[in-house]
């Protein structure tokens, strides 16, 4: 049974930084793109990062780019984000993914998903 666990997510103000932690387990976590995604209220999910297999591309959302770092660690079966500069706009709950093939922004291509983490950014 695939589980991919997300932590890290809290409340925190504008300006300050938050790792978030997706723990994989009952995959082949190394064959996998990883992918994160949010979703605010009222609003539709939307792609935030995604990492290639062996971490050495990177792809991100303009709304998160030069804030945000996707990371794996491939030996721990474990992906982050790395969110620094939060704004309030950046509330939302956090969703890790895992995905085998397609595109990478796309949700409905990815194969398994978290539960969610939330982040919320007062002002």
């Known amino acids: 049974q695939v589980q991919l666990v997300e932590s890290g997510g809290g409340l925190v103000q504008a300006g300050d930084s938050l790792r978030l932690s997706c723990a994989a387990a009952?995959?082949?976590?190394?064959?996998?793109?990883l992918g994160w995604f949010r979703q605010a209220p009222g609003k539709e999910r939307e792609f935030v990062a995604a990492i290639n297999w062996s971490g050495s591309s990177t792809y991100y959302a303009d709304s998160v780019k030069g804030r945000f770092t996707i990371s794996r660690d491939n030996a721990v079966n474990t992906v982050y984000l790395q969110m620094n500069n939060l704004k309030p706009e950046d509330t939302a709950a956090y969703y890790c993914a895992a995905l085998q093939a397609g595109s990478y922004y796309e949700e409905g291509e990815y194969d398994y998903w978290g539960q969610g983490t939330q982040v919320t950014v007062s002002s």
């Open positions: 009952g995959l082949t976590f190394s064959t996998y793109w």
